[in-house]
């Protein structure tokens, strides 16, 4: 079917189409974030092979040109075990859809422009975008205790210490027990993070809701970007304690410390697939605020190889540096013996790919996978020699706190008194 296009003040917004079709099995919406600018895709899928999107050449028009063909997500532990890595078996399988119909909402002027062999599926009357407040859930329950989290902090440092590594990015996982509404805990979740982008994807029985703040990988016109965020604070209620909290960010030894090795290791992974020449550092220790914490973003980009396929761009970079560590391999072993369990689609990427080449993928952090009758949180934090275990701790809860409020749900008590205050 052709596009059609047309200007009309009352165009439905991206939300409201979202909740329209929110009982199509296989939904996405990849979201702009909550200015008032950008473009929104909302559409349906049918599952097909992770493989698939992997065989594209990368590197054709910009960004700002494509539309997506693929939508979802790559998991971190088979990422892992594709790296050479030796970590427990098991994990999410990753989850993939070919788009079938596809809505792109301009949010500047307005246009809506429709797309795809089933596109008159998105023809719906459109719903209210505004979901019930989360009924009460109670407290997560944790993985890990904060004793034991501090715990491996410090196994971490002696790591470090040995020569072993000397960045580890250690992760643990909450979860609540209940069936939640993806929809409903997406359109809450993009509001309480209001992180600058987003994605929600669902395949079959399984959904995916991020408010990534950090693009793993942004691939068009040639040229891959990637940019890692190390050094997280919390927002604070008044001018003066937010102030010194971006300083004290700014200022930190260890964080600028982190954010640096990490840039390094991200430098090595683009020279692979890149002619190391046009491999540059575009920014260092950037600060980007959401409406909940301050972070440290660096931007490190270069021009791909001709040819280049996004399988190798994947084998080259993937698990990230920022959800690993340094030296990668070494750092996915440490973290597999001490984390014990998968990590799932946490710490993978998740995003859209175009048949042209270019691609737009997110880290999965401040994330909720929502399965039939189970939510999962991950969230974690790098650990250098500088680090110490209460900060950690408090890193874990910060994160953690905003998808958990999404769905209704509190941190774990021994949790929530370790973590920072609100």
């Given amino acids: 079917m052709g596009v059609v296009s047309q200007p009309d003040a009352a165009a439905p917004t991206a939300a409201r189409l979202f909740a329209a079709l929110r009982h199509e099995p296989h939904l996405f919406w990849i979201d702009a974030g909550t200015g008032p600018d950008g473009v929104d895709w909302v559409g349906i899928g049918s599952?097909?092979?992770?493989?698939?999107?992997?065989?594209?050449?990368?590197?054709?028009?910009?960004?700002?040109?494509?539309?997506?063909?693929?939508?979802?997500?790559?998991?971190?532990?088979?990422?892992?075990?594709?790296?050479?890595?030796?970590?427990?078996?098991?994990?999410?399988?990753?989850?993939w859809l070919r788009v079938e119909a596809v809505a792109r909402i301009d949010r500047r002027t307005g246009y809506v422009s429709l797309s795809g062999p089933a596109a008159d599926r998105l023809r719906v009357p459109l719903a209210k975008a505004h979901p019930p407040v989360a009924p009460p859930l109670g407290p997560a329950h944790s993985r890990d205790s904060p004793d034991l989290y501090a715990t491996l902090v410090e196994r971490c440092?002696?790591?470090?210490?040995?020569?072993?590594?000397?960045?580890?990015?250690?992760?643990?996982?909450?979860?609540?027990?209940?069936?939640?509404?993806?929809?409903?805990?997406?359109?809450?979740?993009?509001r309480l993070t209001g992180a600058r982008r987003g994605l929600f994807v669902r395949v079959g029985g399984v959904a995916l809701a991020g408010g990534s703040p950090e693009t793993f990988l942004e691939i068009g016109g040639g040229v891959v970007r990637t940019?890692?965020?190390?050094?997280?604070?919390?927002?604070?209620?008044?001018?003066?304690?937010?102030a010194a909290l971006v300083a004290e960010l700014r200022e930190s030894p260890k964080e600028r410390a982190e954010n640096v090795m990490i840039v390094d290791l991200m430098r090595n992974d683009l020279a692979v697939i890149c002619d190391p020449a046009t491999v540059t550092v575009e920014s260092l220790?950037?600060?980007?605020?959401?409406?909940?914490?301050?972070q440290l973003v660096s931007t490190v980009a270069g021009r791909l190889h001709p040819g280049t396929t996004l399988d190798e761009v994947l084998r080259a970079t993937l698990p990230a540096g920022s959800m690993s560590g340094a030296p990668k391999l070494a750092a996915i072993e440490i973290l597999g013996r001490l984390e014990v369990e998968?990590?799932?689609?946490?710490?993978?990427?998740?995003?859209?790919v175009a048949a042209s080449g270019t691609a737009t993928l997110g880290m999965t952090i401040r994330s909720l996978l929502i399965e039939r009758d189970r939510v999962t949180v991950g969230a974690g934090g790098g650990i250098t020699w500088g680090s110490t275990a209460a900060d950690e701790v408090a890193e874990v809860a910060l994160k953690a706190r905003a998808p958990l409020a999404a769905i209704g749900a509190t941190l774990p008590p021994d949790w929530a008194e370790r973590g920072p205050v609100a």
């Fill in 47 to 95: 599952p097909v092979s992770p493989e698939e999107p992997r065989q594209v050449v990368v590197g054709g028009r910009s960004a700002g040109e494509a539309s997506p063909d693929w939508v979802g997500w790559w998991g971190y532990d088979d990422a892992a075990r594709r790296a050479g890595a030796d970590v427990p078996a098991g994990g999410l399988p990753d989850g």
């Fill in 227 to 242: 940019s890692p965020i190390k050094g997280t604070r919390r927002r604070a209620d008044d001018d003066e304690t937010d």
């Fill in 285 to 294: 220790l950037h600060l980007e605020s959401t409406p909940t914490v301050h």
């Fill in 157 to 190: 440092r002696e790591h470090i210490r040995r020569g072993d590594a000397y960045q580890l990015c250690l992760t643990t996982s909450m979860n609540v027990d209940a069936a939640v509404d993806p929809v409903d805990a997406y359109l809450r979740l993009r």
């Fill in 342 to 352: 998968p990590r799932g689609a946490y710490a993978g990427c998740a995003g859209w």
